[in-house]
């Protein structure tokens, strides 16, 4: 890959590109960024990661292999009116788009593409991502890799069908929403019994790193793990009962498909709204 272009430069874009610089994929030199109009966010990126910023469209896309529309949602149909004469068959265009379908984005480029649809999380900021990735028919095998290659510099990298990207919203794209509300919780819980607020952040944080790492290397189900705490009339299994009183597990697998379910709506009323945008312009 000699050249790599974001269409804008958001908190995605940025965690993107420091993973990619970092990794040493592509030189920072041959990372390319564009923005709808703030010029200071482009020179803070330059500056932080040496890249190259520009406003002009003919030259930000000659001899790019690869393009990242990493603009919001909402302002996807306007920045693809602008960029679509610039996309070739030959680029691979990755989305980042949260709820904007590949037909969308053909749709509203007016041609055929070679599109990867991506599904990262915030936890991308720190390379430790869990995304999910799809592709139409136009994808090259040696594109899937480049698009793979790119997002496991900010983490975990899966390969899905497209229609699977709502539930990977529902479930990992809001996921660190809901570890972080387990968290308020725990911080509550600690306070009414008396620990003091920084030594259970620490306790809990390191309690979260330890469990993800006992499901990364034990091998064992996450059922099994539970009741190889959980000794019978002993404090775990108090504490469990309460949660199985009050339904926790059947509130998260409701939560997990009401968010998978909200994904579908709003890609169904985005891909309405570029298909609306298109017709009139």
């Known amino acids: 890959m000699k050249k790599l272009v974001f269409v804008g430069a958001g908190s995605m874009a940025e965690a993107m590109i420091s993973g990619i610089g970092a990794s040493g994929l592509l030189p920072r030199d041959q990372i390319w960024a564009t923005n ?26 000659e001899d790019a292999d690869a393009i990242v529309l990493a603009m919001k949602p909402k302002d996807a149909s306007i920045a693809m009116e602008e960029i679509k004469h610039y996309l070739t068959d030959g680029m691979l265009v990755i989305s980042v ?5 590949i037909e969308a984005i053909e749709a509203a480029a007016e041609k055929s593409l070679a599109v990867a649809r991506a599904m990262p999380n915030t936890s991308a900021a720190i390379g430790k991502s869990a995304t999910a990735l799809a592709v139409n028919s136009h994808v090259s095998e040696a594109q899937k890799i480049l698009a793979q290659r790119l997002f496991n510099t900010i983490g975990l990298t899966t390969i899905v069908e497209e229609y699977q990207l709502d539930a990977v ?20 819980s600690a306070a009414e019994i008396g620990l003091e607020k920084q030594t259970a952040k620490q306790l809990i944080i390191q309690t979260l790193l330890g469990a993800a790492e006992m499901l990364t290397q034990s091998g064992k189900e996450p059922a099994q793990l539970r009741f190889e705490v959980t000794s019978p009339g002993g404090t775990t299994e108090a504490g469990i009962s309460v949660l199985e009183q009050y339904g926790v597990q059947s509130a998260f697998v409701s939560c997990i498909k ?20 298109n017709r009139h312009l």
Request: without cysteine.
């Open 97 to 101: 788009l949260a709820g904007v379908a």
């Open 36 to 61: 709808k109009q703030d010029a200071d966010r482009l020179k803070i990126l330059k500056q932080r990661y040496g890249i190259t910023t520009t406003y002009n469209l003919g030259q930000l896309f």
């Open 258 to 277: 009401e968010a998978t379910a909200q994904s579908k709506k709003l890609g169904t009323l985005l891909g309405n709204e570029i298909a609306a945008v």
């Open 169 to 188: 919203t529902g479930l990992s794209g809001s996921g660190p929403a809901y570890i972080y509300y387990l968290v308020e919780a725990m911080e509550k």
